[in-house]
C-alpha cells in the first residue's frame, strides 16, 4: 500500500505494492509476457502520475516572526500557499530573527537570530523541525545568504565588526571568517560562485574575494555609502548603489574596475536585474530607476511610494514588485512599458515580499499590522490575508524562484522603528537595546532596514543615512510600539 502523504513528503513508495495478482496459477510465456508488460506500464504510470503530483503541489512560505499569537518567542510560520493556512510554527531562540534564507535545494531553511542569541537556526524543511544550531558567539549579526551552488552559508555583521562568517552547511559548522572594514553589509555573487563583491558602506569600497580561499583579492572604491548590489546573470557586470551620492557604479567583473557612474534618484537603496539581463532596477525616495545595462543609462524614471523596502521580479520578468513601507503599499511594474500598472494596499509597514514559482501569487510580511497579505497577480488585489505571527518581517518561497535568489544577493533583508521616547526595557533584560542607539533611527516615515535606511537624503549624519546600521534597533522599536498597543 502505498503510505499517506504527511505534509509535504512521501515517506516512502513500495513499487512491489503496486502489482495487480492474475487469477492463473500457471501462465504461459506468452501469458507472463504480458503480465509484465502490463505490470510495468502500471508501474511507469503510477510513478509518473506521482513525481506529476510532487512537482504540481503547491509551495511553502516560510515568514519570520519576532512572536507568536500567544506571545512566545521568535518563530517561523510555515503557510501553504494552496490553502493559505500556517500548517507549522517552529520556535526558535530568545533573540531577533534578522535574516532567512533558503538552499538551493530547498530543503533548508536558515534564520539568523540577534543579539542575545547570536544563532543561526536550520530548519528542515521535510519535517519543519530545527535540525541543527550554529552558534555565533559575541556578535551582531545582520544578513545572511547561500552562495549560488548552496555549499557555502554567508552572514555579515553588524556596526564594526570587521568579519563575515562562513559556515559550512554540509556539517553547520564555522569555518575561517572573511576579514573585511567594518559596516560591509551587502554581498554578492557571480553566477558561477568564484567570487564575492561585499559592499562596505564606510569606507566606500567594494571587497572583492575569491570564494575559494575566502581573501580579498582587489579593494574597488565608490560612490558615497555603497548599499544594494547585484551581479548581472551572465556574470559580466555588477551594479552598486551608492545611497549618498545618488549613483549607480557599474563594476566590469573582468578587470574589476569601475566602467560607468549612473546618476539615479535621491538614496537609492535597493536592486534588482531581470532575469535576461537587459534592465536594472533601482529603487530611490519615491522613485524607480532603470537602467538599460547594453548603454548603462538611465531610460526610465517611475514614480512609487514612499520608503521603498524590498524589491523583486516575477520568474517571467514581466513585473516588478516593490514594497512601500510608508505608503503601505506593493507597486507593480510592468517590465515591457516600465510603468506602474497597481499599487496594491497591504497591511501597515509591509517589509517583506516573495513571489510564489508559477508567479501567480505574491506573499507581503506586514509588520505593524502583524500579518501577511497574499496578492493575486492575476487581478493586483489582495485575495488573503493570514495572521502569520506578531511583527512579521522576513519571507521566503520553498521551492525557490530566480527572483529569491536575486533577492539573497542584495541582502534585501528590511527591519523598522519609530521613536517613541521611551527605553527599551520592555523586552526582557537578556534583550535590552541602549535606548540612545535605538533612538538614532527614529522616523517612521524615513524606516532603517540591513539594506536601506529609509530615504532622508537630507540626513547627512554617516551613522544615520547609512543603510545596514540600526537593524536591532528597528526590530526593537517594533517591538515595543506593539506591546504599547496592546495595553
Not at 530611490?284 to 517611475?302: F, H, P, R
Amino acid at each position: 500500500m502505498v503510505k499517506k502523504m504527511k505534509s509535504k513528503t512521501i515517506s516512502t513508495i513500495h513499487i512491489d505494492t503496486f502489482s495487480i495478482p492474475f487469477p492463473f496459477v500457471a501462465m504461459s510465456n506468452k501469458v507472463c509476457r504480458g503480465y509484465t508488460l502490463i505490470r510495468a506500464f502500471g508501474i511507469t504510470a503510477l510513478a509518473i502520475l506521482i513525481l506529476v503530483g510532487i512537482a504540481g503541489a503547491a509551495p511553502f512560505a516560510y515568514v519570520t516572526n519576532i512572536g507568536d499569537y500567544d506571545q512566545r518567542g521568535p518563530n517561523v510560520a510555515v503557510i501553504d500557499t494552496a490553502t493559505n493556512n500556517v500548517t507549522a510554527r517552529v520556535p526558535l531562540g530568545g533573540g531577533w530573527p534578522v535574516g532567512v534564507a533558503v538552499n538551493p535545494a530547498g530543503t533548508k531553511i536558515y534564520v539568523v537570530d540577534s543579539p542575545s542569541d547570536s544563532t543561526v537556526y536550520v530548519i528542515d524543511t521535510a519535517t519543519n523541525k530545527v535540525s541543527a544550531k550554529v552558534n555565533l558567539g559575541s556578535s551582531y549579526p545582520a544578513r545572511i545568504t547561500f552562495n549560488p551552488a548552496g555549499t557555502r552559508v554567508y552572514v555579515t555583521k553588524q556596526h564594526d565588526y570587521t568579519d563575515i562568517f562562513v559556515i559550512n552547511p554540509a556539517t553547520n559548522t564555522l569555518m575561517a571568517p572573511i576579514i573585511v572594514g567594518p559596516s560591509t553589509y551587502g554581498i554578492a555573487f557571480t553566477p558561477d560562485g568564484k567570487k564575492i563583491y561585499a559592499a562596505n558602506c564606510n569606507n566606500n569600497t567594494i571587497y572583492v574575494i575569491d570564494a575559494a580561499t575566502n581573501k580579498v583579492t582587489a579593494n574597488i572604491s565608490v560612490g558615497d555609502s555603497p548599499c544594494g548590489i547585484a551581479v548581472t546573470p551572465d556574470g559580466k557586470k555588477v551594479y552598486v548603489l551608492n545611497y549618498d551620492s545618488n549613483t549607480v557604479s557599474v563594476i566590469n567583473t573582468a578587470t574589476d574596475n569601475v566602467i560607468a557612474t549612473v546618476p539615479v534618484g535621491n538614496s537609492p537603496n535597493l536592486v534588482a536585474v531581470t532575469s535576461n539581463g537587459n534592465k536594472v532596477y533601482v529603487a530611490n525616495n519615491n522613485t524607480v530607476s532603470v537602467i538599460d545595462t547594453a548603454t548603462n543609462n538611465v531610460i526610465a524614471t517611475i514614480p512609487v511610494g514612499t520608503s521603498s523596502r524590498k524589491i523583486v521580479i516575477n520568474p517571467d520578468g514581466n513585473r516588478v514588485y516593490l514594497v512601500n513601507f510608508g505608503s503601505n503599499s506593493v507597486s507593480v511594474i510592468d517590465t515591457a512599458t516600465d510603468n506602474v500598472i497597481a499599487n496594491v494596499p497591504v497591511g501597515e509597514q509591509p517589509m517583506g515580499i516573495a513571489v510564489t514559482p508559477d508567479g501567480k501569487r505574491v506573499y507581503v510580511t506586514n509588520s505593524r499590522s502583524s500579518n501577511v497579505s497574499v496578492i493575486d497577480t492575476a487581478t493586483d488585489t489582495v485575495a488573503a490575508t493570514v495572521n502569520a505571527g506578531i511583527l512579521p518581517t522576513g519571507v521566503v518561497i520553498v521551492p525557490l524562484t530566480d527572483s529569491d535568489m536575486t533577492s539573497q544577493s542584495t541582502g534585501a533583508i528590511s527591519s523598522s522603528t519609530e521613536d517613541r521616547g521611551i527605553e527599551v526595557t520592555n523586552i526582557s533584560s537578556s534583550e535590552e537595546i541602549n535606548a540612545v542607539e535605538l533612538n538614532n533611527y527614529s522616523d517612521e516615515n524615513n524606516p532603517e532596514s540591513d539594506n536601506d535606511n529609509g530615504s532622508n537624503a537630507n540626513d547627512s549624519s554617516k551613522n544615520n543615512s547609512t543603510p545596514g546600521f540600526g537593524l536591532l534597533e528597528s526590530l526593537a522599536g517594533l517591538y515595543v510600539g506593539w506591546k504599547l498597543g496592546k495595553r
